[in-house]
């Protein structure tokens, strides 16, 4: 398994998963649209599990594609109390707003 000079697996490994910082924001740039929803269940899971019930989804704006998919998406997830498209401040139509359910809801 090929790693850098700081000893982390090297980017360009497929096979190994990527850790991501659990912050409240995704930036869903760098992944494929095949990865989308598993990966928004996955981090929606994880921003809930450290008390994160705001989450900032970043798709970009382009041809509304990619939102489209995650609008979706939010739309049939049990665990999505809602979502509004973001303001002025917070990315316009490039991002979406999702407020989470509490766990256990």
């Known amino acids: ?11 360009d490994d497929p096979n190994e998963p990527i850790a991501l910082p659990i912050t409240g924001e995704l930036d869903l740039h760098t992944f494929r649209p095949a990865e989308v929803t598993r990966l928004l269940d996955d981090y929606f899971a994880a ?46 139509w490039g991002a979406t707003i999702v407020t989470l359910k509490p766990p256990n809801s």
């Open 1 to 11: 398994m090929p790693r850098d000079k700081y000893g982390s697996v090297a980017a």
């Open 47 to 92: 921003c809930r599990q450290r008390g994160i019930h705001r989450v900032r989804v970043v798709h970009g704006k382009g041809t509304g594609t990619l939102r489209e998919t995650v609008h979706a998406h939010l739309r049939r997830s049990a665990g999505i109390a809602g979502f509004v498209q973001g303001d002025e401040t917070s990315g316009g």
